[in-house]
């Protein structure tokens, strides 16, 4: 028997517009397969008038939410506004009212979880949020309904399709940060105030909501540690390189037992590592469970089509799951549990690039002050020299995150050291 849905979108933006392209198109395959007819009944702009590149009747365009809100046949609103607010009042107030909400909102949703689900169940309506991560790759779905019977231990991910392509193009043609991010933003991957991507955010508020779902356990975004990508040069990408490094943003999660470690920032990982082949604006999550043992999944990461396909795929599933709609069974909620330990001082290999006076001892203060504090030195390279001065490039084993920057802030303070250039984390 066909059921029909009636549903509203908040937004009508690159991925509002996929979403709607999707549901025009795609609409009979729909009845097909899943037995339901999806009517886009209201669409809330800021603008009625504005002329928009995917053709709509107008008289499906409102500037009021109260249009959408009030209307007892709407019974599911898919949000497409972004940033924090008004979109956390409107998702609120859908949910209040009864109505499911499919956001792609990762900001919203890494920072009011708690005041949304708890919405949600209070009211019986559905909270779903597949397009939050990762665009077109079923990620939170994977997590969710394919891997419960693993404990997972470790996720890596490239989840920010902006810098993924920024530092493709910096490895790939030499150029520097400035020239590529230029390109980046006339093309569309970047937008005019980048800081969202490029210091990390965006993948910072993704992160939160994977290590949330993967360990069980609220991670709030002020657990994580986060470092963005403008301090990466050509010269460290050139002489990674000679160790067999490709460099990416990635975002890093590792549980040991009731230790866990939630940090994302620039870094090295071997050449031939499975994420070192995801180039441009791609995603891909890096997963490791106990009994899955590794697994990737690898896709658009952003884009109308691909995440309006995450939006209609949860549309879908709000739509056979309306009777009755699952919520997360966290340990916790605005609160950590007194067993848990968030671990700021992890153990990983650095690159550490410098710049000293070309003089016989140096390499030997430098190393015994590594060895002061624990850190353990596997390989050194010494460039040419270039006048009374020469870079060295220091690989470290496995060192503690504090002792190396304890370590660091000594060897800044000697004589002989011009500068320390770059830092660099090291995962394989």
Same mark, same amino acid.
């Given at each position: ?22 549901? %025009? ?11 339901? #007819? ?44 972004? =940033? &924090? ?11 209040? #009212? ?8 990762? &900001? ?5 979880? &708690? +005041? ?37 231990? +470790? ?14 193009? *910096?490895?790939?043609?030499?150029? #520097? ?13 970047? &937008? ?11 993948? *910072? ?59 994302? @920032? ?26 899955? !043992? ?8 952003? =884009? ?16 056979? @799951? ?5 919520? #997360? ?31 016989? !001892? ?5 190393? !015994?002050?590594? !060895? ?6 596997? %390989? ?22 504090? %002792? ?25």
């Amino acid at each position: 028997m066909l059921k029909e849905i009636n549903i509203a979108f908040l937004g009508f933006g690159t991925v509002g517009t996929g979403a709607y392209t999707i549901i %025009s198109s795609n609409g009979r395959k729909l009845f097909e397969k899943e037995g339901i #007819s999806i009517n886009v009944k209201r669409i809330l702009v800021r603008d009625v008038a504005k002329k928009r590149s995917v053709v709509v009747d107008k008289s499906l365009l409102t500037d009021n939410i109260d249009d959408i809100i009030n209307d007892p046949e709407i019974s599911i609103v898919a949000e497409f506004i972004g =940033g &924090e607010e008004p979109a956390r009042e409107y998702i609120l107030a859908a949910l209040k #009212s009864k109505k499911t909400v499919v956001t792609a909102n990762k &900001e919203v949703m890494a920072r009011h979880w &708690e +005041e949304l689900e708890k919405t949600a169940r209070s009211t019986g309506a559905g909270l779903y949020y597949e397009a939050s991560v990762g665009g077109g790759i079923p990620i939170i779905k994977v997590i969710r309904e394919s891997l419960q019977a693993n404990n997972i231990n +470790e996720i890596m991910g490239i989840i920010n399709g902006t810098t993924n392509y920024i530092l493709t193009k *910096m490895s790939e043609d030499g150029r #520097s940060f400035e020239s590529v991010l230029e390109e980046a933003q006339k093309l569309g991957y970047a &937008e005019p105030d980048p800081t969202f991507d490029i210091e990390g955010l965006d993948a *910072m508020f993704k992160l939160s909501i994977l290590s949330t779902l993967a360990f069980h356990t609220r991670i709030h975004i002020d657990k994580i540690y986060r470092e963005g990508i403008t301090r990466i040069t050509t010269d460290d990408i050139a002489f990674g390189k000679e160790l067999g490094f490709s460099i990416r943003l990635l975002a890093i999660a590792k549980k040991h037992g009731q230790n866990i470690e939630v940090r994302v @920032h620039p870094t090295f990982i071997p050449a031939d590592h499975p994420l070192a082949s995801v180039r441009d604006a791609y995603n891909a999550v890096f997963i490791r469970g106990d009994a899955v !043992g590794n697994l990737m999944l690898y896709g658009r990461g952003a =884009g109308d089509l691909p995440t309006g396909s995450a939006i209609v795929s949860d549309i879908v599933n709000a739509c056979l @799951h309306e009777s009755g709609h699952t919520y #997360s069974t966290l340990s916790n909620g605005d609160w950590t549990p007194d067993k848990i330990l968030f671990n700021d001082n992890w153990e990983t290999e650095f690159f550490i690039r410098m710049t000293v006076k070309d003089q016989p !001892g140096v390499l030997a203060k430098i190393a !015994g002050i590594f !060895g002061k504090y624990g850190v353990s030195i596997a %390989s050194v390279i010494q460039k040419r020299r270039n006048g009374d001065s020469t870079p060295i490039i220091f690989v470290t084993h496995k060192a503690r995150e504090l %002792s190396i920057d304890k370590a660091i802030d000594e060897i800044k303070e000697e004589s002989v050291v011009i500068r320390v250039e770059n830092v660099i984390r090291v995962e394989r």
